[in-house]
Every structure is written in C-alpha cells, then in structure tokens.
C-alpha cells in the first residue's frame, strides 16, 4: 500500500466510517485483505468481520452524529475512509424540513468534526489521508455531456449541495495540510449486500417490487439514463484511490462505467429476470408523471468518464452493467426467496 505513511510503528490504522453499510461493507471487505489495522466502525449493528483477512479487526458501534463520538475512533488514523450519509428515509430526507437539520448535521457536519479531529490529532508525519463518498449529481445538469470531473457545479439537490459542501471542507483541509483528501464521485451502485436486506438502491428496490407482484413504475417515458456502478467496482475504486492518495489528493474524481443505462430498459431487465427465475409473469413497466416530491436530478441522465481516474490509478470497472444487473437480480431473487421459507 502506497500514498500513506504511518505515524508510529506497525501497520497502518484504516477507519471505515459507516462499515455496516452498503458500500461500507465491500470496502470494508477490500481492506481486511490488507496488512492494516482496520477499524469498521457502524451506527445500527456492528460491522462483522469479513470471512478471510491479513487485516487486524476491530468493529465498533457508534452514532457519530452524537458529539464527541468521533474522537476515539479517527485520533490514531493514518487513513480513514468516510462513507456516512444520512439515509434515514432515503437520501430525499434532506429535502424534507423536518429531516433537514438531521441531513445537515451528518452530511456536512460530520466532515467539519472529522478534519477539527485529525488536525488536533497531529502527529509527525504526512497527514492522513481521507476518502470520501460523494456522488457524481453533485455537478448538476451535464446536458448530455458524460461526468468527467471538470463541468462546473450545480448541484439540483438539498443532498447533492450538502455532499458538495463537505467535498469543500475536505479540500479546503488539504490545501491547509491537514489532511490528504480525495472524493470520489460515485454514480448509481448496485449489487449484492454480505446479510440479506442490506442491498440498497433502484435495482434492489424494482426487484424486491417485481418480486411482489407489482408493477415497476417509470417518472415520463424512462428514458433517463443511469451509469450503474457495481458496488465491488466502488469499493475497489476506493482501494486504488488509497494506494495512489497523492497524486489524487485534494481532488474530486467521478468514477463509473462509460455507459448510460435507460431506466426503461434496466426496469424492463429487471422484471424479465425475476420472472426467469420465478416462472411467474413478468410484471407490467408503466410509466406516469414525476411526483410533487421529484427534485430535478431525477430526470437528468448520468453518464460517467472515468478517464482520468483511471489515468492516475489504473483502475477499471470489470463488471459490465447489463450483466452485472442480471446476476444481482437472480441473487436477490435466490437471497429473497430463502429468507421468505425461513420459519
């Protein structure tokens, strides 16, 4: 593992913020394959330490929205990885008023507390670096144009602006050398999650819902486009921006796949391979008017080039979206079906 260096003696302390999570999990995952001492660190249920590892694992429980959680987790990091957002009710909370000082407390707050703990923390040597989990929306309307890290930003969301704005405290920290921060813009992920129900996200969702029977329903024609990112592709971007952390420090860097999926095709595969695997009809795709509580990136297409990511890391998605979904649908299909016969 190159880009870091450690204060004392012995391997690297890794701290993953939000290692219970979707993404947390494969990173987490990623990282026990290392020589570190890696910290997963959860707020519902505690991280469980990955199956195989070189890592030395520690899982511990926190609600880091509470104050002064944070200190006794990140004082000792060389590196920390820092994947929490507030999703209680989905990423749209942050739109609604009575989530919104929660939304901000965790999505910008928790950024602001990260960088005051690390520079009070100061110890000899390169400062730590910090990974962080942004979102390729946070640029805004592209007008057809792929994600490729230099369009301006306008962010169309209250959750996308909050995003943007801790992306800002992390490379306002880098400048003042405190930290060696690197975000990487991330688009929409899928895949299968290590405990049933974990999966997040739209090809979960349609899934679970083709699954019940029930229609999977479009905002206008579905022809919106979505980069869908695997989250074992995510979580391996994340190793590579790790092993590289100079040469990408105090920078943001989409990450994707290059291809733009239309929601009516991927809704349209989704049903198709639950019914494969069900013997049941394929349930009907409709499309209807985008509801009161649709913000505008919703019908904006997304298309990443993660050209120059992979230019200064080498990294690569391997998982092709088409069938990639059709995998992680079938799984899900299997995963959901065996739950269901549980007494």
Not at 72 to 92: F, M, N, P, S, Y
Not at 197 to 209: H, I, L, P, Q
Request: net charge neutral.
């Amino acid at each position: 593992m190159t880009g870091h260096g450690t204060a004392g003696s012995g391997p690297p302390t890794v701290v993953v913020l939000g290692a219970s999570g979707f993404l947390g999990a494969a990173v987490t995952e990623v990282l026990a394959r290392r020589p570190v001492r890696l910290r997963a660190v959860g707020r519902h249920t505690e991280p469980r330490e990955p199956v195989r590892g070189a890592a030395r694992f520690e899982a511990r429980t926190a609600d880091l929205s509470a104050p002064g959680e944070l200190a006794g987790l990140v004082a000792d990091a060389d590196v920390v990885v820092h994947l929490v957002a507030h999703t209680d009710g989905g990423w749209r909370s942050a739109e609604r008023a009575e989530s919104a000082a929660a939304a901000e407390r965790v999505n910008v707050g928790l950024a602001e507390d990260l960088v005051a703990e690390l520079g009070a923390a100061r110890r000899p040597g390169p400062p730590p670096v910090v990974l962080f989990a942004g979102t390729t929306s946070q640029s805004g309307p592209t007008y057809g144009r792929p994600v490729d890290g230099t369009e301006r930003d306008r962010p169309l969301s209250a959750y996308c602006a909050q995003k943007l704005r801790a992306e800002q405290v992390l490379k306002q920290a880098t400048a003042d050398g405190l930290v060696r921060a690197v975000s990487l813009r991330l688009p929409t992920l899928y895949g299968l999650a290590p405990r049933p129900g974990g999966e997040r996200g739209v090809v979960a969702a349609m899934t679970r819902r083709a699954l019940a029977g029930q229609p999977l329903t479009l905002w206008n024609d579905g022809t919106v486009r979505r980069d869908l990112l695997h989250v074992r592709d995510a979580a391996a971007a994340f190793a590579a921006a790790l092993d590289h952390a100079d040469a990408l420090a105090g920078r943001h860097w989409p990450v994707g796949t290059g291809e733009g999926v239309a929601l009516a095709e991927l809704f349209t595969l989704i049903a198709w391979t639950v019914a494969e695997h069900t013997g049941e009809p394929s349930v009907p795709v409709r499309t209807e008017p985008p509801p009161d509580g649709a913000v505008g990136a919703d019908q904006e297409s997304v298309r990443v080039d993660p050209s120059a990511f992979h230019g200064r890391t080498g990294w690569r998605h391997a998982i092709r979206p088409r069938p990639g979904v059709r995998r992680t649908v079938a799984a899900l299909v299997t995963r959901e079906e065996h739950t269901s016969s549980l007494p």
